[in-house]
C-alpha cells in the first residue's frame, strides 16, 4: 500500500497539535524540533489561528509582581511559569502590568521612562515621557485594535493609561498614550470631594493610588486607593474619573478582577476565608456588590503555622485563578477545581502581575 500524502499527514498532526493543552506549551516547542514536517505544520499561520481559536483563552505564562513604595522595588524579571523560551528581560526598575501579550514596564535612568515589551517576539518600545507630577502611580497597557480579540496582539498599536496621585496637589489624576499619536492625552482630575471622607488612621487618609494591578472591563478601567480602599473608575471613552466605594472595608489586601459574567470582581481575604464578589448592575443602571462565593481555604493552603494569615496579591482573568501568598509561599489556587500550585518561595508579595499569552514556535 502506497503511503498517505504529504498532505493528509499534516492535516492528522495538525488535529493532534490543536488538542495540546495551551498552558503546557513546551510541548509544541519540543514538537517543532522534532522534525521538518512537525515544525512547518506547527509554524503554519493557520495552524496558529486555529489553536487560538480552538482554546479561546490565553494561558498564564509568568508572572511578575510590584511592592509597596516604601518596600522598595522586588527582583525586576518576569518568572515563567512554563518550561517556553521567553525572550531575555530587558533591563528595567519596576513593572507596571502585564495585558494583551505585552508587559509594561518602569526603565532605570536619571528619571526613568516606560517600556512596553513582549517577551514572546522580544520587541520593545519607549514610551515618552508622562505628562504629570507624580507622586504614588500605577499604570496599565492594552491594545488598541477595535474588535480585536486579544488572542494574538503582537505587533499591533497599544495604549498605556497612567493613574497617579499628583505630587504638588495630591489629586488623583489620569492621563492615555497612543502608540498611535505617539502622545500622552491632556490629564483629567478627579476632585477632592468626590473621595471619601479623611478619618481614621492617618497613614490611610492620603489619597495614594494603590501599586496594584488595575481591572480592564471594556472602555473602563479600576483601580483603588489606600483611602479605605475607595476603588476609582476611569472611564477612557468618556476621559473622566468616578469613586465606587467598595462591598467592604475591613481587609487591606484586596485584588478588583473581571467575573465570568464580565463585571467588576472583588476579592479579598478573611479569617482564612475567600469572599467574591460582583457589582451587578440593573437594567435602570443601579448597582449593588453581591457576594458571589466564600471559600474556605484553610487546610487547602499550606501555611508554616497556625497563626499565619492568606493574603490574596492577584488574578489571572480568563481562566479562574488567583494568586494568594503566605508565609510558606506563593501559591495559585484554580477557583473552578480548587487546585492549589506554589510557584514560588516566601516572599514580600503585593501585587502579582499575571502574563498571559499562547505560546505557538514562531518562523
Not at 511592592?67 to 528581560?89: E, F, H, S, Y
Not at 499619536?181 to 490629564?187: E, F, G, M
Not at 476621559?239 to 467598595?246: A, F, H, K, W, Y
Request: hydrophobic share 40%; with cysteine; net charge negative.
Amino acid at each position: 500500500m502506497a503511503p498517505p500524502p504529504p498532505e493528509l499527514i499534516d492535516d492528522l498532526a495538525a488535529e493532534i497539535f490543536l488538542r495540546l493543552p495551551p498552558d503546557e506549551p513546551e510541548h509544541l516547542f519540543r514538537a517543532s524540533l522534532v522534525c521538518k514536517p512537525w515544525r512547518r505544520v506547527l509554524t503554519d499561520p493557520d495552524f496558529r489561528r486555529h489553536y487560538r481559536a480552538f482554546h479561546r483563552t490565553p494561558p498564564l505564562l509568568g508572572y511578575t509582581q510590584r511592592l509597596q513604595v516604601l518596600q522598595g522595588d522586588p527582583d525586576p524579571r518576569l518568572i515563567p511559569t512554563t518550561a517556553v523560551p521567553l525572550t531575555p528581560n530587558p533591563s528595567f526598575r519596576r513593572a507596571l502590568d502585564c495585558r494583551h501579550g505585552r508587559v509594561l514596564v518602569h526603565v532605570y535612568g536619571r528619571f526613568g521612562h516606560l517600556l512596553v515589551w513582549d517577551p514572546i517576539t522580544g520587541e520593545q518600545q519607549r514610551v515618552p515621557d508622562v505628562n504629570i507630577h507624580w507622586l504614588i502611580y500605577t499604570a496599565a497597557v492594552f491594545c488598541a485594535v477595535r474588535d480585536c480579540d486579544h488572542l494574538d496582539c503582537h505587533g499591533g498599536p497599544f495604549r498605556v493609561v497612567f493613574l497617579a496621585t499628583g505630587d504638588d496637589d495630591e489629586l488623583i489624576k489620569a492621563t492615555v498614550y497612543s502608540s498611535e499619536t505617539v502622545a500622552w492625552s491632556v490629564p483629567v482630575s478627579l476632585p477632592e470631594s468626590c473621595l471619601p471622607p479623611r478619618v481614621g488612621d492617618e497613614r490611610f487618609r492620603s489619597p495614594y493610588v494603590q501599586p496594584r494591578r488595575v481591572a480592564l472591563i471594556g472602555d473602563d478601567i479600576y483601580f483603588t486607593l489606600r483611602r479605605d480602599n475607595a476603588i476609582i473608575k476611569y472611564d477612557l471613552g468618556h476621559n473622566c474619573l468616578s469613586v465606587i466605594n467598595p462591598p467592604s472595608c475591613d481587609a487591606y489586601y484586596i485584588t478588583l478582577m473581571e467575573m465570568e459574567d464580565g463585571a467588576l470582581g472583588f476579592s479579598c481575604i478573611q479569617d482564612w476565608n475567600l469572599y467574591l464578589w460582583s457589582r451587578k448592575v440593573s437594567s435602570e443602571g443601579a448597582a449593588e456588590w453581591v457576594q458571589s462565593r466564600v471559600i474556605e481555604l484553610e487546610g487547602m493552603i499550606p501555611v508554616a503555622d497556625p497563626g499565619n494569615e492568606a493574603v490574596v496579591v492577584g488574578s489571572a482573568e480568563g481562566v479562574g485563578v488567583i494568586f494568594v501568598t503566605t508565609v510558606a509561599g506563593l501559591f495559585t489556587f484554580d477557583l473552578k477545581s480548587g487546585r492549589v500550585k506554589k510557584i514560588d518561595e516566601p516572599g514580600v508579595y503585593f501585587s502579582i502581575l499575571p502574563y498571559m499569552s499562547f505560546y505557538v514556535p514562531l518562523l
